[in-house]
T-cell receptor, first 113, second 116 residues
């Protein structure tokens, strides 16, 4: 199993550009989520999904969209990038909504200039 | 709102020493989980240890153990016989369930350096 994979590893955007961060897992996990990590802070929840076709907002959802058309994939879209979205983004998954252990991807470092 | 506080931004000890990282949290819930995650320079988030709030016994995983004080809302991590590979950021995290979905709340992290 590859576990949780994220692409790209690094990305630089100009203000106003859009892009999609990819996340995939091959463990047949129902629950997937996106976090951002800023310097001096822990991870903060952006959006999450409890299964295909079901998504909901986390702690800091503004400026981000998600969709979950398959169990495996959970992309995160930045519609109009802003410098405040410069961060490291982590995708995570767990077996289901009750499972306590989350498996994290390697992260994507995004810089918006 | 649930919050997690790690009051030690940085710590440094010599190899083979024992080190304790502090964490306090705030919640009005009775059932929850607590975790310590390790983040080495590779950025990978690695689960170190977990504690179920309904269990009185402190969790232990090899050289890692916790001191869980539910009434005081304290959850410290002890690393015994520290090794160079323990050098990393350590995050304390609280998990709650909202509308049937799990949500992790993280502390700010403690940067631990193990010196040779």
């Amino acid at each position: 199993n590859a576990g949780v994979t994220q692409t790209p590893k690094f990305q630089v955007l100009k203000t106003g550009q859009s892009m999609t961060l990819q996340c995939a897992q091959d463990m047949n996990h129902e629950y997937m989520s996106w976090y951002r990590q800023d310097p001096g802070m822990g991870l903060r929840l952006i959006h999450y999904s409890v299964g295909a076709g079901i998504t909901d907002q986390g702690e800091v959802p503004n400026g981000y969209n998600v969709s979950r058309s398959t169990t495996e994939d959970f992309p995160l879209r930045l519609l109009s990038a802003a410098p405040s979205q410069t961060s490291v983004y982590f995708c995570a998954s767990s077996f289901n909504r009750e499972a306590y252990e989350q498996y994290f991807g390697p992260g994507t470092r995004l810089t918006v200039t | 709102a649930q919050t997690v506080t790690q009051s030690q931004p940085e710590m440094s000890v010599q190899e083979a020493e024992t080190v304790t990282l502090s964490c306090t949290y705030d919640t009005s819930e009775n059932n929850y989980y607590l975790f310590w995650y390790k983040q080495p320079p590779s950025r990978q988030m690695i689960l170190v240890i977990r504690q179920e709030a309904y269990k009185q016994q402190n969790a232990t995983e090899n050289r890692f153990s916790v001191n869980f004080q539910k009434a005081a809302k304290s959850f410290s991590l002890k690393i015994s016989d520290s090794q160079l590979g323990d050098t990393a950021m350590y995050f304390c995290a609280f998990m709650r369930y909202i509308q049937g979905a799990q949500k992790l709340v993280f502390g700010q992290g403690t940067r631990l350096t193990i010196n040779p």
